[in-house]
């Protein structure tokens, strides 16, 4: 009876391709704030025990021979070179995490825009089909539908 046929939308195939790559860019935040969190417990690890030896070795307690102070100093001087890689790990990876953050910014204005103008042309079809409904409606009730 109606003239319009079913609602289609010529760009959902975009729209589905919008909607997984900005599920793909969520993903790739998610796995980028969790590295950058363990960068940032691992610095905390290190630089707790950095403080933890260093006041070990100030409190005078163990009798030091100066091979175990060379060692131990060596170690230190290790942890303290990790803590510093650590800190400039966690920079590039605060930059990364802002980046990602980006570009989901990006993927999700692309796929909420291509979903409003489904909304309107949905909103168009189904004023459309109303019309048509209305028009039938009218000639059922006039008697002029054709036979």
Known sequence: MSPVGRFRFSLETVLKVRGLREEQAKAEVARAQQELERSRRALKESQELRTRLLQELQSGEKEWTPQDFLIFRAYLDHLKTAVEGFK??????????????EILKQR?????????????????????LMKDMEKETEAIVL?????
């Open 143 to 147: 008697g002029r539908w054709n036979l």
């Open 108 to 128: 999700y204005q692309e796929r909420r825009l291509l979903e409003q103008l489904r909304q309107k042309r949905y909103a168009q079809f189904r004023r459309e």
């Open 88 to 101: 400039q790990r966690i920079q590039e990876q605060e930059a990364a995490v802002q980046e990602k953050m």
